[in-house]
């Protein structure tokens, strides 16, 4: 016997055609997989140092800030409204909206004028933020690690050109070696950076 429907050949004993019931037979909706259960937005985690070195990412003054980069590094500081830095002239790498960029006379004309003198920069380039959460980076232009100076108040003598910014109260001017000795053999020649006030700078070197 032959379904007269689709052609096929039925055995004796079979009453309905197996191939036009099944076809028949309703499928049933595919059953969509659960929903994903929603991801939580990653946090900051630390990023891991040298050996002997803490996390380097913090807080100071209310500013938080995190160090980026192994050999060359650079550091990226968030800004609150009405929030500022002072920053070496040229060691801006990137900021984003929000941030306005001013220059100062630190310490007046003849402050700014002796580090003129002297081959350091006679402004003090100024970044405030005018917006939350707004970042802005520095960078050495030399491969160095990035350290941190909290002065409660005090002062700290650094070679030259390793100041990188620092928080609004402090203060960066120029200072002399004392002696002719040490200005001519001591490797640091004979003008220094000084770094005095209440606050937190960073500095940078290599070595």
Same mark, same amino acid.
């Given at each position: 016997?032959?379904?007269?429907?689709?052609?096929?050949?039925?055995?004796?004993?079979?009453?309905?055609?197996?191939?036009?019931?099944?076809?028949?037979?309703?499928?049933?909706?595919?059953?969509?997989?659960?929903?994903?259960?929603?991801?939580?937005?990653?946090?900051?985690?630390?990023?891991?140092?040298?050996?002997?070195?803490?996390?380097?990412?913090?807080?100071?003054?209310?500013?938080?800030?995190?160090?980026?980069?192994?050999?060359?590094?650079?550091?990226?500081?968030?800004?609150?409204?009405?929030?500022?830095?002072?920053?070496?002239?040229?060691?801006?790498?990137?900021?984003?909206?929000?941030?306005?960029?001013? %220059?100062?006379?630190?310490?007046?004309?003849?402050?700014?004028?002796?580090?003129?003198?002297?081959?350091?920069?006679?402004?003090?380039?100024? +970044?405030?933020?005018?917006?939350?959460?707004?970042?802005?980076?520095?960078?050495?232009?030399?491969?160095?690690?990035?350290?941190?100076?909290?002065?409660?108040?005090?002062?700290?003598?650094?070679?030259?050109?390793?100041?990188?910014?620092?928080?609004?109260?402090?203060?960066?001017?120029?200072? +002399? %070696?004392?002696?002719?000795?040490?200005?001519?053999?001591?490797?640091?020649?004979?003008?220094?950076?000084?770094?005095?006030?209440?606050?937190?700078?960073?500095? %940078?070197?290599?070595?």
């Amino acid at each position: 016997m032959i379904c007269p429907k689709c052609g096929y050949q039925l055995d004796p004993f079979e009453t309905q055609c197996p191939r036009c019931a099944r076809e028949a037979r309703p499928v049933p909706p595919p059953v969509p997989p659960p929903p994903l259960p929603p991801r939580a937005a990653p946090e900051l985690a630390p990023i891991a140092g040298a050996a002997g070195e803490g996390p380097r990412i913090g807080e100071v003054c209310g500013i938080s800030y995190e160090v980026v980069g192994d050999v060359m590094q650079a550091i990226i500081v968030q800004l609150d409204v009405g929030e500022e830095v002072r920053a070496e002239a040229g060691a801006m790498l990137f900021m984003t909206a929000g941030i306005t960029m001013d %220059t100062q006379m630190q310490g007046g004309f003849l402050k700014s004028l002796g580090r003129m003198i002297a081959g350091e920069s006679f402004f003090i380039p100024t +970044f405030r933020s005018m917006v939350p959460r707004a970042r802005v980076a520095f960078a050495a232009p030399n491969p160095g690690k990035v350290r941190q100076l909290t002065l409660s108040p005090g002062a700290w003598l650094c070679q030259r050109d390793s100041f990188l910014f620092c928080t609004k109260d402090v203060e960066v001017n120029i200072a +002399f %070696t004392k002696k002719l000795g040490v200005g001519f053999f001591g490797g640091e020649g004979f003008v220094l950076q000084r770094i005095s006030g209440f606050g937190t700078a960073f500095i %940078t070197g290599g070595g």
